[in-house]
C-alpha cells in the first residue's frame, strides 16, 4: 500500500470519528436522560432524593440516623466502603467521600419483587465530573485486587455489566455506567430489567402519571416516595403469610399509583401527596365512589389497646346491595338482615387489640355507627328472637352484651368479613351498642373491650393519642391507624420466619415511630377525570414534653426519667388513684414545675415565677375544687389534674413579697385556711378563695423563723404558730393578735420544726420544740411549760434541730456536732445512729414514720450529692450510699407488698426505686 493511499484512509477515518462525535453530542448526548426511563416497570416503591447533607442531617434530627446505622445491612455496606478506603491509602479528608459524592444530585432507589418471598433494590447515582467517575471505578478495582473480592465484566445486550463478587459468601454488586448515570444493584436480574428497558425509550416510564408534579421542589421536602399500590400485595406476600393481608389487598384497590413528599422533623415523619384511583372495575374504589368522606369520631370508643385500625367512610347498605337474586325466606330473616343494615350510618370500622404474647391471636372487634341506636336496637331485638337466642344478657357498666347468631359479612359486608390475621372467619357470638356504635366481637374480646371503655381507657381520655388524632386528616374515607408498641406480638405472629427474624434484629427502628397512619381524602368532585385522592402517611412519636423514658438498672427498677434540664430541690410525692404507686411532683432549674404521673409519664408541666414551695395536695371545701397547692414567687398556685389553674387562682400577693413556705389548714365547712411565709419575716394569712384576714396585711416578725411555722384549728378557732430563732415561740389567733402566755421563751435559741398535737382546748393543745441546750420542751396554747427533757449533752459547736414527720404521726431530734450527726427518739436515751462525715456544714435529715414501727431516715449530704438511708434500727440500708443531688428525697410504703417506694433526684434524673426493708 502507497503512503499516499495510507494517509488518505487515515484522513478519511479522522473524519469520520469526527462526524460520530459531531452526531453523538447534537443528537444523543443533547437528549438529556430521564432517571425514571432507567426504572423497570414493576417497581413497588421509587424513593427519589436530592440534598443527601440536609437528609442525613434531619435523619440524626429524628434520632432514626444510629438505628439505620444499626441494620445489619447498612454495616455490611459500610464495612466494604471502609476496607476500600484502607486499602486505597483514604484519609480523613476522604471520610465523608461517599457523602460529598451524592451531594445535591437526584438518587432514586427503587424496590422490586425478584422473587416468591424476595425483594431487592435497585439504585441509581448520576456521575457529573469525570472526577466522580474515576473515584466509583477506583473503588472498585480497588476492591478487585484485594483476594477477599473478584472483579469481572460481561456483556448483556450490548451494555457492558460489571461484576463485583465477594467469595466468601458468593454474594456479588451488579454495575451498569449508561451515559454517566451508574445504576447498581446486589440482584444483577434487576440491572438487566434495566438494559431491557433500554430498548423502549418510547415506553412510559414508571412517574408517567406524574410527569408534571416535581415535588422535591416543595421546600422543607427531603424525598419523595412513589408508590404502585397494584404490587403491594404482591410485595405484603413477601412480609406476611398468606392469609394475612386479605383485607388489605382489597383496600389496596382504592388507589392504583401515588406520589408523596417526605419531610422529617424532629418526632415525626410526614408523607404527603396525591394518589390517582383506581379504575379497574369490581374494585373497592368502584363501590365506594361518590359516598363523602368521615370524620374518625371513634376516640371515645376505642381502647388504648388497639394495636391496629382500619376504618373506612361506607355504607353497608349501599357498598354491598342485597343482590336483587336473594330469595326471601319464610321466617323473614333476611329482610330483618337488610332493615339493620339500613339503620348503620356512613361508618365501618375494624380494631385489632393488642395481643397477649407474640404470635398470639389478637382480639378483633368490628364497629359500625348508628345515628339512630333505639331503632338498631330494635331490629337486634327480632333477630335474637328469629334466630331463636335467649333474650338473657351481661352487663358491663352501662353497657349490655347480647348473643347475636349472625356473621359480620352479613351486615357490614364482605370486606370486613373477611378472614383477618390468624384468626378464623367465624360467627360473631356477642354485640353490644356503645355510645352511637354496635360493636361485635367474641364475648371474651367484647368483655375485656368494655371494660376499657367504662374504666375510661380510651383515646379519647389519652394525652398521646389525642394529640396523634390531632395531626391526622380531620376526614377520610380510608383511615389505617398503627400503635407499634400495641401490635408488637400479633405482628410477629403474621409475618414470614425469615422477616421475623429480621424484625427483631430492628426492633429500635421499627418502634421509632410507635403511631402510624396513612389516609386516603377523596375530592370535592370525583367524576373529574383530573380527580385525586389527597394522601398523608404519618409516622409519629410521642413527644414526651421535657422528659424521656430510660433504663435504669436494677437499682432504679427500670423506672428512670431523663429531663432535658437539671432537676432542683425535692420531689414531693402526691397519692395518684388506682395504684400504689405515687406520682411525683419536680421543678427543673428553668422553674418548670412537672407533674409525672404513677406511670412515669410527664402529665404536664408549668412555668413558674419562682422556685416551688409549700407543695402538697388541697382537698375540697367550702366552695373550691382541691387540687395541688404551692407558692411561687408572688404568687399562690392551685392547679387541678390537667395542670390548669383553678379560679381564683393564682392569688398575687405584694410585688414585693417573695413567698418562702404555704401551709394549709382546712375548716370544717369553710374556704381552706392559707399561710404563706416569706423571705423578710412575714406571715400572711388568708383563705382559699383570696380572703385577706384583718392583721395579716402581712405581719411582720422581729425575727427569723427557726423553721416551719405551724397552722392549727382548735375549736374552730385559727392559731398561727411561729418558732423564732431568738429563743421566742409566738402564737396567734386569726385577727392576729397573740394569745395570751405568748411570745414564750424556751431558755436557748432554737433551730427546726414544731410538733403540733393540736386539741379540743388551747389548753390541751400540745406543741414540742427543741433548743440549743439539748433541750426538749413541750408547752401548751395555754402558754404553759408542761416538761422539759434533756435528749443530750450539749456544746458550743452542737446544734439541734427537730424532724418531724411529714404526716405528723412523729418526730426525732438531730444533733450535729462539726462532721458527726446523731439522731435520738424521744423514747431513747441512746442515739438511734451515729453517722461521720467527710464534708462539713448542714445537712438533710428526713424521718418517715410509716406506722406499725415503720421507720426510714434519709440523711441528704449536698456536698457529694448523696443519700444515706436507715431503718428502725439504725442499720444502713444496702451498705453505701445512693446518689441523691436534691435538697432531699421522697419517699411511700405499700402495705399490699410491704414495700418502699423512694424517689430521689439525680442531676437530670428523677430516679424511683422499690425497697424491701423487714422490721
Keep these: 500500500m502507497s503512503r499516499k493511499l495510507l494517509a488518505l484512509l487515515t484522513a478519511l477515518l479522522l473524519l469520520l470519528s469526527l462526524a460520530t462525535y459531531v452526531y453523538y453530542r447534537r443528537t444523543l448526548a443533547a437528549v438529556p436522560v430521564d432517571p425514571y426511563a432507567l426504572v423497570p416497570d414493576d417497581a413497588v416503591f421509587v424513593l427519589s432524593t436530592h440534598d443527601h447533607p440536609a437528609l442525613v442531617r434531619h435523619l440524626q434530627e429524628t434520632e432514626l440516623w444510629d438505628n439505620l446505622t444499626a441494620v445489619r445491612y447498612f454495616q455490611q455496606a459500610a464495612g466494604h466502603l471502609a476496607l476500600a478506603d484502607s486499602l486505597a491509602g483514604g484519609n480523613a479528608r476522604r471520610r465523608n467521600a461517599l457523602l460529598n459524592l451524592l451531594g ?127 404490587r403491594l400485595p404482591q410485595f405484603f406476600d413477601v412480609l406476611f403469610r398468606p392469609e394475612a393481608h386479605g383485607t388489605f389487598d382489597q383496600l389496596a384497590g382504592l388507589v392504583s399509583q401515588g406520589l408523596l413528599s417526605v419531610k422529617l422533623a424532629g418526632t415525626r415523619a410526614q408523607m404527603q401527596g396525591f394518589s390517582n384511583p383506581e379504575t379497574a372495575n369490581g374494585t373497592l374504589q368502584a363501590r365506594l365512589r361518590g359516598q363523602p368522606a368521615q370524620p374518625l369520631a371513634l376516640s371515645a370508643v376505642l381502647s388504648v389497646r388497639t394495636a391496629m385500625l382500619v376504618h373506612l367512610a361506607a355504607s353497608p347498605a349501599r357498598t354491598w346491595p342485597t343482590p336483587a337474586s336473594a330469595r326471601p325466606d319464610s321466617l323473614g330473616r333476611n329482610a330483618a338482615l337488610d332493615s339493620l343494615r339500613a339503620t348503620f350510618g356512613g361508618e365501618l370500622a375494624v380494631a385489632y387489640l393488642a395481643a397477649a404474647t407474640p404470635g398470639s391471636r389478637p382480639g378483633r372487634l368490628a364497629l359500625v355507627r348508628c345515628p339512630d341506636a333505639a331503632r338498631t336496637a330494635s331490629w337486634l331485638a327480632r333477630l335474637r328472637r328469629l334466630d331463636g337466642n335467649s333474650p338473657a344478657f351481661t352487663r358491663v357498666g352501662p353497657f349490655e352484651i347480647h348473643p347475636v347468631g349472625f356473621a359480620e359479612a352479613d351486615v357490614l359486608g364482605p370486606l370486613l368479613g373477611t378472614a383477618t390475621p390468624r384468626t378464623a372467619e367465624v360467627t360473631s357470638r356477642a354485640g353490644a351498642l356503645v355510645n352511637g356504635y354496635f360493636v361485635l366481637a367474641d364475648e371474651l374480646t367484647l368483655n375485656a373491650y368494655l371494660a376499657d371503655v367504662v374504666a375510661g381507657h380510651t383515646w379519647a381520655q389519652s394525652p398521646a393519642q389525642v394529640a396523634f388524632l390531632q395531626e ?62 389527597f394522601t398523608q402517611l404519618l409516622l409519629r412519636h410521642p413527644n414526651n414534653g421535657p422528659a424521656t423514658t430510660q433504663a435504669g438498672g436494677a437499682a432504679a427498677n427500670g423506672r428512670v426519667l431523663a429531663f432535658r434540664r437539671a432537676l432542683v430541690g425535692l420531689p414531693t410525692l402526691l397519692p395518684a388513684m388506682g395504684t400504689r404507686v405515687p406520682a411525683v411532683v419536680v421543678q427543673d432549674s428553668a422553674r418548670v414545675l412537672h407533674y409525672v404521673s404513677a406511670e412515669n409519664a410527664v402529665l404536664w408541666s408549668d412555668t413558674l415565677t419562682g422556685p416551688a414551695v409549700g407543695l402538697s395536695l388541697l382537698p375540697a371545701g367550702g366552695g373550691v375544687p382541691g387540687g395541688l397547692l404551692l407558692g411561687a414567687g408572688a404568687q399562690l398556685h392551685l392547679l387541678a389534674a390537667d395542670g390548669a389553674p383553678v379560679l381564683p387562682f393564682p392569688l398575687h400577693l405584694p410585688d414585693t413579697v417573695r413567698v418562702a413556705d404555704l401551709l394549709a389548714g382546712p375548716v370544717a365547712g369553710q374556704p381552706a385556711r392559707l399561710l404563706a411565709t416569706t423571705a423578710g419575716h412575714h406571715l400572711l394569712l ?91 420542751v413541750t408547752f401548751t396554747l395555754g402558754g404553759d411549760i408542761l416538761s422539759r427533757k434533756r435528749v443530750a449533752t450539749w456544746s458550743r459547736t452542737a446544734q439541734f434541730h427537730l424532724v418531724a414527720d411529714p404526716h405528723g404521726r412523729s418526730f426525732a431530734v438531730a444533733r450535729e456536732d462539726n462532721n458527726q450527726l446523731d439522731l435520738y427518739l424521744p423514747t431513747l436515751n441512746d442515739p438511734l445512729l451515729t453517722q461521720k462525715f467527710v464534708t462539713s456544714g448542714e445537712r438533710g435529715v428526713q424521718w418517715f414514720d410509716f406506722g406499725g414501727g415503720r421507720h426510714l431516715v434519709a440523711i441528704t449530704e449536698t456536698g457529694p450529692g448523696q443519700v444515706f438511708l436507715y431503718d428502725a434500727r439504725g442499720w444502713l440500708l444496702g451498705r453505701e450510699a445512693l446518689p441523691s443531688t436534691g435538697t432531699g428525697v421522697g419517699l411511700s410504703y405499700d402495705a399490699t407488698t410491704d414495700s418502699y417506694q423512694l424517689v430521689r433526684i439525680v442531676g437530670r434524673e428523677l430516679r424511683r426505686t422499690e425497697l424491701k426493708v423487714g422490721l
Aim: charged residues 20%.
Design 104 to 230: 445535591h444530585k437526584l438518587v432514586i432507589t427503587s424496590v422490586h419483587v425478584t422473587g416468591p418471598g424476595e425483594f431487592d433494590v435497585l439504585y441509581q447515582v448520576p456521575l457529573s465530573r469525570v472526577t466522580e467517575y474515576r473515584q466509583v471505578r477506583g473503588l472498585l478495582e480497588t476492591l478487585g485486587r484485594d483476594p477477599r473480592y473478584r472483579l469481572s465484566t460481561r456483556d448483556y445486550e450490548d451494555q457492558e455489566l460489571t461484576v463485583l463478587t465477594e467469595q466468601r459468601t458468593e454474594h456479588s454488586l451488579t454495575v451498569l455506567n449508561y451515559r454517566n448515570h451508574l445504576v447498581l444493584s446486589t440482584n444483577e436480574a434487576l440491572v438487566e430489567a434495566v438494559v431491557r428497558r433500554l430498548a423502549h425509550p418510547d415506553a412510559p416510564t414508571v412517574q408517567a402519571a406524574f410527569s408534571s408534579t416535581d415535588l422535591l421542589r416543595v421546600p422543607g421536602t427531603d424525598a419523595t416516595l412513589l408508590v404502585n399500590y397494584r
Design 472 to 533: 391526622t386528616l380531620p376526614r377520610a374515607r380510608l383511615s389505617v391507624l398503627i400503635d407499634t408498641r400495641n401490635s408488637w406480638n400479633a405482628l410477629l405472629g403474621v409475618l414470614t420466619e425469615d422477616r421475623r427474624a429480621g424484625l427483631l434484629r430492628n426492633e429500635a427502628l421499627f418502634k421509632r415511630f410507635p403511631q402510624m397512619a396513612f389516609q386516603l381524602l377523596p375530592a370535592e368532585n370525583e367524576r373529574s377525570p383530573e380527580a385525586q385522592y
Design 686 to 776: 388568708l383563705d382559699a378563695k383570696g380572703h385577706l384576714f384583718p392583721g395579716w396585711q402581712p405581719k411582720r416578725l422581729d425575727f427569723p423563723l427557726a423553721g416551719r411555722a405551724a397552722l392549727l384549728n382548735v375549736s374552730g378557732r385559727d392559731v398561727v404558730v411561729a418558732p423564732l430563732q431568738n429563743g421566742y415561740v409566738y402564737a396567734f389567733d386569726g385577727a392576729g393578735n397573740l394569745l395570751p402566755g405568748f411570745p414564750l421563751s424556751v431558755g436557748a435559741r432554737l433551730a427546726g420544726d414544731i410538733f403540733a398535737q393540736p386539741g379540743s382546748t388551747l389548753s390541751r393543745s400540745h406543741l414540742t420544740v427543741v433548743n440549743q441546750h439539748g433541750e426538749l
